[in-house]
């Protein structure tokens, strides 16, 4: 009974530091995540202006010491078709600088 009472004061005590150092967490993380995918549906408006966004997907990322990666696959809707395209980011880690961006029409 003794251990009962001490492991709830303890979960009263620290329970409120550990669920608030998450959300804040997760918050930053989803932001730098949402900066790259509005990059690459920016990029592939760029190319294609006229163009509808139906779907983003990020297909994959490569973190290195000197440059990350990231590969989105975004589909895009015209008047007549639909069609997909690959918007690869390639970019400093440390400054967010941007290195490169190509846009690929996806082969169908």
Known sequence: MKYGKLIIMLSLLFGPMILDANPADARGFLAAADQW???AVKEAKKRYPLTQVLFKQKVWDRH????????YHITLKDHTKEFGVYVTISYN???????KVIVVEEYS
Do not use: I, L
């Open 37 to 39: 995918e509005t990059r």
């Open 64 to 71: 290195r010491e000197k440059e990350s990666v990231k590969q």
């Open 93 to 99: 880690p440390y400054s967010n600088k941007v290195n």
